[in-house]
């Protein structure tokens, strides 16, 4: 992951809260769309998004951060 | 590649640039870096969509297939950016 390269290098400037936090989103959201994008868009790209399409998309990215919630809690209730 | 050309170094290892000077390389540097990846999942996502008996050239519905990929691939990522940072449940 891009923020990692930040998290090991030492020589770099230290980098605002605020900035770390925008690339974390950019993570999230590239991530998210990569998956999502395999789970929802099954047949040859249109010139619209099918509402099942939208709906999928939107419903998915909503399930896997419920899921990303749930494994945390899941992993430390093992700790 | 060099990524911060310092014209003076310093013991620690930073440039004489002023710190605002390096912030500016490096959120530019971070754009450039999401900007390569972005594209890179693109690729891949519209090639095995749309290229899926590659022929000795691009076709007329290869070529229309792609761009339609790109602008779906781009207004999924709208539509999951706002899903998750614009609407708190």
Redesign the interface.
Known sequence: M?IN??KTSH???H??HQ?KQK?M??E???K???V???KC?TS??????SSSE?TC??NC??RY?DMSVLIMKRFQSMQ | MDSFSPSSTSSNGLSGQSTEALMDQVKSQLAQAYAEEFLETVRSKCFAKCITKPGTSLSGSESSCISRCVDRYVEATGIISRTLFSSPR
Do not use: H
Request: hydrophobic residues 50%; charged residues 10%; contains cysteine.
């Open positions: 891009i390269m930040l020589q770099l400037v980098i605002s900035e690339a989103v950019s999230m959201v590239g998210i769309t990569n999502c994008w395999d868009i040859t790209p249109g010139s619209k998004f939208s998309l939107t990215a909503q951060v």
